[in-house]
């Protein structure tokens, strides 16, 4: 049995490998992560990216593909490529068995009756499911600040934030917590997160994956994604959780790509690659245009044509995501009304009317961020406003998607950088909303125009040596394109570092035994 | 309650005229729901025909129901609207518990169906176009009982208990235009015209139709403006209207509240209005202005339903024959005269009549029972007479009774009470009661010659060829048998006994 400090470190295609030659069981490996999970995720300077651990369930999922393997024949065949790989699920994605919170009070202690669609995947591949991840309040934020269950730290720094909403996926995975993780994609949750801890993330062509299951912020943007180390891993990952479900009215029909194929073969000659004149730049940290710039070299040396594209609407991207994203945050946060599940509050004094309870429970059990939006939504759909606003924001949306079928005439790929600055300190933006907003500038057009994107580690800036995302887009229904030019871009940064960035993490339980040595 | 003053019908169609609208919400018998595979199924144990998806809960999606989309677009057609190519889903967003997204789903600027019309037939064989504005889909809410109140509504009640079985049943909304010119004819026309419609979605099969059961309910909008003016008057909006009588009378009464209000020089209130079967008036419910903002917005958890030229004229050839053509067929069929079968239609027993001849009945049989005996009861009950609860099969079984002579027609009457009353099968109340004709003919005999010795002149006259004059002797024998004997043998033996051929 290999170190399990070694085997945590591994990708979950190496894992898979091993897992098939016999050379490691699941139960080892699943241990070794809950393990992890167990020296660094609590504790006052824990990472906090779990906000469950399923360690009885993943255990015996993980000795169940053990003794098929064991017992050999069909079923042993049959096997899922990543069988026994473990994973982790953001807490904004239901699961029998397992409470599932959206990071809101409002939802403690409640357990859905239902799997989500990709969670009954992750079943079906036979993938041991190490846990629930932290995000902010149902997937409102970018540091995982608004958490109702306290924030998760960033593993590069444990004083910076993880990005968002899907910071505890993004830092499971680079803690070495998880090899894989689920996230969801609004605006950025699974890209910016990616950027800031280092690691790697898709958000898919929308309707590529169901998102029934996932909690819906806003129907038109969200979209579940792989989480991971690698852009092989994210591959075979968006490949078992990808396809047409019926129970999805907008998921596509197309038969999925072979993905994992397009990683491994992984080619830029010739491609043009289109760098967005307005994603970068003014705004951007100096050390995040530095990397960025790299980038663009290395793609040039492998053989890629680099072009430059204007997208003008892209400055009207942010003002109508903040309309569009709160119109139907607000409509589909109505059912919290402890009615039928979750939190119920009682008005302290005066008659107890329906209305009045609806209203308490709300107060009580919403956060701030929630209530903003929702009242910002609101005001945008209410009459008389309606198409000032929300009217007016769906048609910045036709302009955007009209700039990317412009820039993709000219360009195979889109490339920026995935984050405007690296992780910031937790704290440093809470109480400026505005500021928050954007990080999400360069993520924000492509799920208004549906178009997939993925981030992955292009290095450290050289001002603060924290991880820099370089973000890669592709035209609708070509994320494999995405696969193909993020992984040669890897490994041209991978051979220029001498290995993986998250080589370079500092190792968290050292890191958490000298603040212990330290008080 | 407080009672609001009314002006008589007469008064306030001398000074006012009014203005109608409907609603009308049909509720399809699809085998699942709108939006959820979930059974849609009436009457099971509350909460249990549902999933996750009627519940809203966290994640969930909508998928719409094709069957559904294409029982819509049959009533389209059979209310000969534009079929729309493309249309919508939207939601419609208020706070209340009976709905468990806070939403309902629906069609809002683009329906289905849309510019259409039905030509409605009065009593009086007039023919009165009512134009439609549209049909539209959406899904039912869930069904709020309120307890410990006084009144039954929400206000004033202890708890309420909510059951999500209806949640998620698909729905079809018919608006019309507003309809002017009815009238003094406004009562009569509004029934018919819910009638009307009850019937076409009947005949298409896509609806149980049941009003009594909420499958088809009436939203009865009335104003009234002074005669000569085009400018509509204020409206009020009677909801849940579930009996075709009710929707006369809530009409009717409406009509004569409005005037009394106008009358006494005050503005009518835009609001929405309770039926009360036992008074048959109304009282107010909530204000309902034209501003109500329910935050409209496209649903963008479906996409667009496009319904495609050749699907629509594959279900056009499936249409059933329209009514019009059916009232045809089946006066021809059942051979009643014109005024016979205006009576039926007029009567709102087309169906049941139609239900008892197929059940085994001759078309006079039927409508012998069905006008001559259940119309009267339903009327004096004040229910529509589908809702009294006969069967065309008791008919038949009450027919064959009195054809095989075991009871009379005047006993037959009296087991039908005692079927409405819930004794029973015919032939079980005709046990129990005692009902039966005597036909041992040693007491009849005794009667026949009783009643020949009190009248000889008669039994002369019959003697001497005047067979008509039996009528008599025959009452008197059924009089002195009260009523149990079989007629038809009291004359056959009358005539034998006199030895006189009939």
């Not at chain 1, 400090?5 to 016999?22: F, K, P, T, V, Y």
């Not at chain 1, 910031?424 to 500021?435: Q, R, Y």
Request: charged share 25%.
């Amino acid at each position: 049995m290999t170190d399990t400090n070694e085997l945590i470190r591994l990708s979950a295609a190496q894992l898979a490998g091993m897992l098939a030659a016999g050379e490691v069981t699941s139960v080892e490996v699943t241990q070794a992560y809950l393990d992890r999970i167990a020296a660094v995720d609590g504790g006052e300077r824990g990472v906090n990216a779990f906000l469950h651990v399923n360690t009885e369930e993943a255990l015996a999922v993980a000795a169940e593909v053990d003794a098929i393997r064991a017992a050999g024949g069909a079923a042993a065949e049959e096997l899922h490529e990543l069988a026994g790989v473990p994973i982790a699920v953001k807490d904004l994605i239901v699961t029998i068995g397992q409470p599932t919170t959206a990071g809101s009070k409002i939802l403690e202690g409640w357990h859905s009756p239902y799997d989500a669609t990709v969670v009954k995947r992750l079943r079906a591949a036979k993938m041991p499911i190490l846990g629930k991840t932290n995000l902010d309040e149902f997937a409102m934020g970018s540091s995982t600040e608004h958490s109702a269950y306290g924030p998760t730290r960033n593993p590069w720094d444990l004083d910076r934030i993880p990005g968002g909403s899907g910071g505890g996926s993004a830092a499971a995975v680079a803690a070495f917590e998880a090899p894989l993780a689920l996230g969801t994609d609004t605006g950025g949750s699974i890209r910016q997160p990616g950027a800031v801890t280092g690691t790697v993330g898709v958000k898919p062509t929308y309707g590529g994956v169901s998102r029934y299951g996932a909690i819906a912020m806003a129907s038109s943007l969200d979209q579940i994604g792989p989480v991971s180390r690698t852009v092989l891993d994210s591959a075979l990952l968006h490949q078992v959780i990808g396809g047409h479900d019926p129970h999805d009215s907008t998921s596509l029909q197309d038969p999925l790509e072979d993905l994992a194929a397009a990683a491994r073969i992984g080619n830029v000659d010739g491609m043009r690659i289109g760098i967005i004149k307005e994603l970068h730049g003014e705004g951007y940290q100096a050390g995040v245009e530095n990397r960025f710039n790299e980038s663009l070299e290395l793609l040039k040396q492998a053989g890629a044509e680099i072009v430059e594209v204007s997208c003008p609407n892209f400055q009207y991207a942010l003002g109508a995501y903040y309309l569009i994203m709160p119109s139907e945050a607000s409509s589909n946060l109505a059912k919290f009304d402890g009615v039928r599940y979750g939190l119920r509050v009682l008005p302290e004094n005066g008659p107890m009317t329906i209305e009045r309870v609806m209203g308490a429970t709300r107060a009580a059990g919403f956060g701030d961020e929630v209530k903003r939006r929702i009242i910002l939504g609101t005001y945008a759909l209410s009459a008389g406003y309606y198409d000032a606003y929300y009217g007016s924001a769906q048609k910045v949306r036709t302009l955007v998607q009209r700039d990317f079928e412009a820039a993709f005439a000219q360009a195979d790929v889109l490339i920026s950088p995935t984050a405007p600055t690296t992780a910031f300190k937790l704290g440093e933006k809470l109480n400026d909303p505005l500021a928050m907003y954007l990080n999400d500038v360069a993520t924000i057009p492509a799920n208004l125009a549906g178009v997939p994107g993925l981030t992955l580690p292009g290095g450290l800036a050289d001002e603060d040596g924290l991880p820099v995302g370089i973000q890669l887009l592709a035209p609708a229904r070509e994320d494999a394109r995405l696969y193909r030019v993020g992984a040669v871009l890897e490994s041209l940064l991978e051979a220029q570092w001498g290995g993986p960035l998250l080589d370079r993490a500092p190792s968290l339980v050292e890191t958490l035994v000298d603040a212990k040595e330290a008080k | 309650m407080s009672t609001d003053a009314t002006l008589s019908f007469e008064e306030a169609m001398e000074k006012y005229d009014p203005v109608l609208g409907f609603e009308v919400h049909v509720e399809l018998n699809t085998k699942t729901k709108m939006f959820s595979s979930a059974p849609n199924v009436f009457g099971d144990e509350p909460n249990t025909n549902v999933n996750e998806v009627d519940l809203g809960m966290p994640g969930v999606l909508p998928v719409v129901n094709r069957i559904a989309i294409e029982s819509s677009i049959k009533i389209g057609l059979a209310l000969n609207c534009k079929i729309a190519e493309s249309c919508t889903f939207a939601r419609k967003q208020y706070f209340y518990p009976d709905t468990p997204k806070n939403f309902q789903t629906s069609q809002y600027e683009d329906p289905i169906a849309y510019d259409g019309y039905l030509d409605i037939e009065l009593s009086d064989g007039t023919i009165f176009r009512v134009e439609i504005e549209r049909a539209h889909m959406e899904e039912d809410a869930g069904k709020l009982t309120h307890m410990g109140g006084a009144s039954g509504r929400i206000q004033g009640a202890d708890f309420s208990l909510v059951d999500y079985n209806r949640s998620g049943v698909p729905l079809v909304e018919i608006v019309t235009k507003p309809i002017e010119g009815a009238g003094s004819r406004a009562p009569e026309l509004a029934k018919a015209y819910v009638a009307a419609v009850r019937e076409i979605v009947k005949n298409l099969g896509v609806s149980d139709a049941k009003m009594e059961r909420g499958n088809v309910r009436c939203d009865a909008n009335v104003s009234l403006r002074p005669h000569g003016r085009e400018r509509f008057g204020i409206r009020s909006e009677t909801k849940n209207v579930n009996s075709l009588r009710a929707v006369e009378h809530a009409v009717r009464y409406e009509i004569q509240r409005h005037a009394a209000v106008l009358d006494a020089g005050n503005p009518v209130i835009q609001e929405t209005r309770h039926w009360h079967e036992d008074t048959r008036t109304t009282t107010s419910g909530r204000p309902k202005s034209d501003a109500d903002d329910y935050r409209y917005f496209p649903e963008p958890d479906l996409v667009p339903i496009v319904a495609s030229r050749e699907w629509v004229e594959e279900l056009r050839a499936t249409l059933p024959e329209p009514p019009a053509a059916r009232r045809k067929r089946l006066q021809a069929d059942w051979g009643y005269s014109d005024l016979e079968f205006r009576d039926v239609v007029n009567a709102g027993v087309m169906d049941e009549v139609e239900e008892t001849i197929a059940a085994g009945a001759s078309a006079s049989v039927a409508r012998k029972w069905w006008m001559g005996e259940i119309v009267g009861r339903a009327k004096n009950a004040d229910v529509d007479p589908g809702q009294l609860g006969v069967q065309p099969a008791t008919i038949v079984e009450l027919n064959q009774l009195v054809e095989d002579g075991k009871i009379n027609n005047k006993m037959a009457t009296e087991v039908l009470d005692g079927v409405l009353a819930g004794e029973g099968t015919p032939a079980e109340i005709v046990e129990k009661r005692g009902l039966a004709v005597v036909s041992d003919d040693g007491p009849l005999m005794e009667a026949i010659d009783a009643a020949l010795d009190a009248q000889p002149d008669v039994a002369d006259k019959i003697r001497g060829g005047k067979v008509q004059a039996i009528g008599a002797i025959v009452g008197g024998v059924m009089k002195a048998t009260r009523g149990q004997a079989d007629a038809g043998r009291v004359r056959e033996l009358i005539l034998a006994k006199l030895g006189v051929e009939g």
